[in-house]
């Protein structure tokens, strides 16, 4: 379905950081790798909600090997664009994940906080494995030091939305990726 228009609902302002047909390249590449590493041992994905479910529904397409899903929310920044640094679980996990093999999906990595926090609270079920991947990461903005599986792209400090990110809650279903002007 690529190459629908959403000329109407993309603002004069955004400016194109990588279309729809540059996401699902790296998607596929991403995709390959996590298969490589989790082949035959049934990892679980947990896309981390809202961003993450855009990049989670094409990422499991691109993994061909069985592996299951899962999602949890956190508190993100309401409508603004810093983090709080006060994170709160607004719907915890479903699977048990003692011992499994798991990947936490993120959609992006600005400060760091959100994956700290997973980071810390997902180790406390003692999973088998525990890696994280991310569409996007901006290393400039990162205040914890985490180490990062899967990065799709590393960006400049723009805020950016579309393919899942959002720009006080709308524009999450843009196909590309913007940057907001
Ligand atoms: P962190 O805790 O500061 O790393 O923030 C992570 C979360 O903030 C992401 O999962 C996004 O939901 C949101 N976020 C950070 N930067 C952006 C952006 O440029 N556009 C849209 N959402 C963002
Ligand atoms: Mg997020």
Redesign the pocket.
């Known amino acids: 379905m690529t190459g629908v228009s959403q000329e109407n609902i993309i603002p004069q302002t955004y400016e194109l950081l990588f279309s729809e047909e540059q996401i699902l390249q790296r998607v596929r590449e991403l995709g390959a790798e996590i298969e490589g590493h989790f082949e035959g041992r049934k990892p679980i994905l947990i896309g981390?909600l809202n961003?993450g479910f855009v990049f989670l529904s094409d990422l499991i397409r691109c993994i061909n090997t069985d592996l299951e899903i899962d999602f949890l929310r956190i508190s993100?920044?309401g409508d603004t664009?810093e983090?709080s640094g006060h994170i709160k679980i607004l719907k915890p996990l479903s699977a048990d994940i003692r011992d499994r093999s798991v990947v936490v999906v993120?959609?992006?990595?600005?400060?760091?906080?959100?994956?700290q926090f997973l980071k810390n609270m997902l180790s406390a079920f003692e999973p088998a494995e525990l890696r994280f991947a991310t569409l996007l990461h901006?290393p400039e903005r990162t205040m914890v030091d985490i180490n990062l599986d899967y990065v799709g792209f590393e960006i400049e400090d723009?805020?950016?939305?579309g393919y899942g990110?959002?720009d006080a809650q709308i524009k999450r279903n843009l196909r590309g990726i913007y940057v907001v002007g």
């Open positions: 981390v961003g993100s920044y664009r983090s993120e959609d992006i990595v600005d400060s760091g906080l959100s994956i901006k723009r805020y950016v939305v990110l959002d």
